[in-house]
C-alpha cells in the first residue's frame, strides 16, 4: 500500500483493544503496537522504520477498524503518567470511577474510588489473573478475557469490569465502574502513555 507523506496512523480504540490484549503478541499486533512508540503519529515511512512488517499490514488493518488515517500529525501524551492517569481512566468509566492495576495488585492510578476500595480491586485483579492462568494451563484459554461482575439478575450494567492490557512484557487491568466506555479515544491515549512511560512503575517492596 502506497500513502501519501501527507497521512498518519494511528490506532483506535478497538485496535488499541486488539493490539494489547496478549502477553505474547503476534507479529501484527507488534507492528500495531509499534505506532504508540513515537512522540506523535507515525507516518508509514516511520512506521516502518519501527515495525517493517506494517507495510503488509496497514490495509488489513485500516479494513478492521483498528487504525485510522489522519491527515495530521497527532502529538502524544505530553505530561507524566501519574499527572494524567486519573484524568484519562476516568474517561472510561460510566461513572468516572476506575483504577489501573498492575498484574501483581498493585494500585497504579485511580479516579473516583478511594484508596482502600483501589486496593481491593487492585488486589481482586491480581487474584483474576492467577485464576485465567490456572485455567489456561488445564486447556481453557477463556478466563483470559475481559470480565464483568454483575449484582441483577438481568445482566444490563455491570457493577465493575476487568480489562486486561499487556504493554511491552507487562500486565495491567483497567477496572472500570459502570458502564465500560472503551470506545474511546482515552483508552488509546491511556496505552500510549503507559508505553511512552516505559513502564517502569515504582512497585514498593513486599507488595
Not at 501524551?77 to 492495576?101: C, N, T, W, Y
Request: aromatic fraction near 10%; charged fraction near 20%; charge should be negative.
Amino acid at each position: 500500500m502506497t500513502t501519501p507523506a501527507s497521512e498518519w496512523f494511528m490506532l483506535t480504540p478497538a485496535g488499541a483493544l486488539h493490539a494489547f490484549a496478549r502477553a505474547e503478541p503476534g507479529e501484527s499486533e507488534l507492528a500495531l503496537q509499534a505506532l504508540l512508540t513515537g512522540d506523535r503519529a507515525l507516518d508509514l515511512a516511520a512506521w516502518s522504520e519501527r515495525a517493517p512488517q506494517a507495510p503488509a499490514v496497514v490495509a488489513q488493518a485500516i479494513q478492521e477498524g483498528w487504525v485510522q488515517v489522519l491527515h495530521r500529525p497527532l502529538q502524544g501524551p505530553d505530561a507524566k503518567l501519574d499527572d494524567f492517569l486519573q484524568h484519562v481512566i476516568a474517561s472510561l468509566s460510566g461513572e468516572r470511577r476506575a483504577v489501573l492495576a498492575s498484574e501483581g495488585g498493585f494500585c497504579l492510578g485511580r479516579s473516583g474510588i478511594d484508596q482502600d476500595e483501589a486496593d481491593a480491586l487492585s488486589a481482586a485483579a491480581a487474584d483474576y489473573s492467577d485464576f485465567a492462568a490456572r485455567q489456561a494451563r488445564r486447556g481453557w484459554s477463556g478466563a483470559k478475557g475481559l470480565v464483568s461482575f454483575h449484582v441483577d439478575a438481568d445482566f444490563l450494567l455491570p457493577t465493575f469490569s476487568f480489562v486486561p492490557l499487556w504493554v511491552d512484557g507487562a500486565g495491567y487491568w483497567l477496572i472500570v465502574a459502570g458502564e465500560p466506555l472503551l470506545n474511546n479515544p482515552a483508552l488509546v491515549e491511556l496505552l500510549w502513555g503507559v508505553k511512552a512511560a516505559g513502564t517502569r512503575f515504582a512497585v514498593p517492596a513486599g507488595l
